[in-house]
């Protein structure tokens, strides 16, 4: 018999041992799996976002954390321009809206000027982009449209306000695919913050490091009381995600105490059960490096077992949570295969950590008393 087929056997021996210890494993590996996939997917959409448009930097209130909060002067848009090194300026405002009709709870609405660097990575699937002159009208983001049951010519009620739909688009960022779009002038009016906005995006006329670093300078010095923030500084300060980020840590954490002491007393419970089986095998001349990797190894192979179905639980996990109305058009469902990777480092992890000290202690066994054990 190989070695190999030896392991496979001692774990299918107790079959239902085995199955409910992969499967706490799996629980909390998929859970872990599931935080860290939706992590990774926000940072992935958010910065879609702004590498897709050439953004290079983000202009708002100085001081805070949130852009949602943030109050800018419209016209502080004329003197950013006048800055050397600035290409292309886009004020943005920004808010949070419901639609209670289909279950919704928030969605994102953004008021844009007509021909804003803002549309680029939008592509139009029906209807057209507003005109300079029009007001009350919106474009809905794909997965919007079709959680609200929407399209081109249909009436909307946003926050108490009528407006028409004239067009449905889909983005590269999958988070802005489930907003809408509205005239800059109208949300402003809607929110009463007529003159202000939440925020300006700069393109700058070099996407060089160094340019980019001088020209946030230039800007900071020129109008005090904003911070001009690069793209990606922007995403990584961003609240939502670094609030995903510290709950994915927490439960990383929780999943590793609680999996590797499920495995440690499994494999512990194994090694008792089979102390004479041990001493026999000493007996017969096993050197302890080998019964050492006989334990080792079936530690392993419960954790790889147990990631496997991590991995199917945290796929099944993803699609689950798309039937929430809150989650859908905010997170993409997909796994990515990074993060599948990590599931199966992280079952070899717990393995490792629950079946490293049964290991040993097997190893450590003394034949003649393993034999007289009961």
């Given at each position: ?46 910065m879609t976002l702004y590498v897709g448009k050439g953004i290079d930097l983000v202009v708002v209130r100085a001081g805070i954390t949130n852009q949602l909060s943030s109050t800018l002067d419209q016209k502080l848009g004329d003197r950013i321009r ?293």
């Amino acid at each position: 018999m190989r070695f190999s087929t030896l392991i496979l056997r001692n774990l299918f021996r107790r079959r239902t041992r085995t199955i409910l210890t992969a499967a706490g494993l799996a629980v909390a590996i998929a859970a872990v799996l599931d935080l860290v996939g939706v992590s990774w997917n926000f940072e992935r959409a958010f910065m879609t976002l702004y590498v897709g448009k050439g953004i290079d930097l983000v202009v708002v209130r100085a001081g805070i954390t949130n852009q949602l909060s943030s109050t800018l002067d419209q016209k502080l848009g004329d003197r950013i321009r006048e800055i050397e090194g600035v290409a292309a300026v886009a004020p943005s405002l920004m808010d949070v809206v419901g639609f209670e009709q289909a279950n919704i709870a928030s969605a994102l609405i953004n008021g844009w000027e007509s021909g804003s660097l803002l549309f680029r990575g939008s592509h139009i699937l029906e209807g057209r982009t507003f005109r300079p002159d029009e007001k009350n009208v919106a474009l809905l983001g794909r997965v919007l449209a079709l959680n609200l049951g929407k399209k081109v010519g249909d009436p909307l009620d946003v926050a108490g306000e009528p407006y028409q739909v004239i067009g449905v688009y889909e983005s590269d960022s999958l988070f802005e695919s489930g907003a809408l779009i509205v005239p800059l002038a109208t949300l402003q009016h809607m929110m009463g913050r007529e003159g202000q906005v939440t925020g300006f995006v700069i393109q700058a006329r070099s996407s060089a490091a160094d340019d980019v670093a001088a020209l946030r300078k230039r800007i900071e010095s020129a109008i005090p009381g904003v911070a001009a923030t690069p793209a990606r500084d922007q995403v990584e300060r961003d609240v939502q995600l670094r609030l995903v980020r510290v709950m994915a840590g927490a439960t990383t954490a929780l999943a590793v105490l609680l999996g590797s002491v499920g495995m440690l007393n499994t494999m512990i419970m194994t090694v008792f059960e089979r102390t004479q089986e041990i001493g026999v095998l000493r007996a017969l001349g096993w050197k302890r490096r080998r019964v050492l990797s006989l334990i080792l190894g079936e530690a392993v192979c419960l954790g790889v077992l147990g990631a496997i179905m991590g991995m199917m639980l945290a796929l099944v996990g993803m699609r689950c949570l798309m039937l929430a109305p809150t989650a859908r058009g905010f997170i993409d469902p997909s796994v990515p295969p990074p993060v599948l990777a990590f599931g199966l480092v992280l079952g070899l992890v717990l393995s490792v950590l629950g079946g490293i000290y049964p290991a040993v202690r097997a190893a450590a066994l003394d034949p003649s008393e393993a034999l007289r054990h009961e």
